[in-house]
């Protein structure tokens, strides 16, 4: 079992940067892929934002945030990063990491992900 626990959302001016945390407790995070994935106002299903995977250290990420968001992932701090630098107002939306135990390369699709966490709100606007 794992607990996942997103924290570094806000309220932010467009153009702005903002790191998220996803803090993990439970045996063995580095045998995890781990995903973000947002909700946006209004939208009832997760889109898929970036992932890392636990077996090739390969990432992936939407078109939507690809050249301004990084995950990134400290495996001996069980904790994964999301940087999201030239924020823009559509990028509003509730955050949640999430994540896989699989030695597959990780994929954006939120129904492969098994934990997840609370989610944290990011809300860009002037």
């Known amino acids: 079992q794992l607990h996942l626990v997103e924290s570094g959302g806000g309220l932010v001016q467009p153009g702005r940067s903002l790191r998220l945390s996803c803090a993990a407790s439970?045996?063995?995070?580095?045998?995890?892929?781990i995903g973000w994935f947002r909700q946006g106002p209004g939208k009832e299903s997760h889109e898929g934002v970036a992932?890392?995977?636990?077996?090739?250290?390969?990432?992936m990420y939407a078109d939507s945030v690809k050249g301004r968001f990084t995950i990134s992932r400290d495996n001996d701090n069980n904790t994964a990063y999301l940087q999201m630098n030239s924020l823009k107002p559509e990028d509003t939306a509730v955050y949640y990491c999430?994540?896989?135990?699989?030695?597959?390369?990780?994929?954006?699709?939120?129904?492969?992900?098994?934990?997840w966490g609370q989610g944290t709100q990011v809300t860009v606007s002037s």
């Open positions: 999430a994540a896989d135990l699989s030695l597959n390369p990780c994929a954006l699709g939120p129904r492969r992900y098994e934990y």
């Open positions: 439970g045996p063995t995070f580095n045998y995890y892929n």
């Open positions: 992932c890392s995977s636990s077996s090739t250290s390969g990432t």
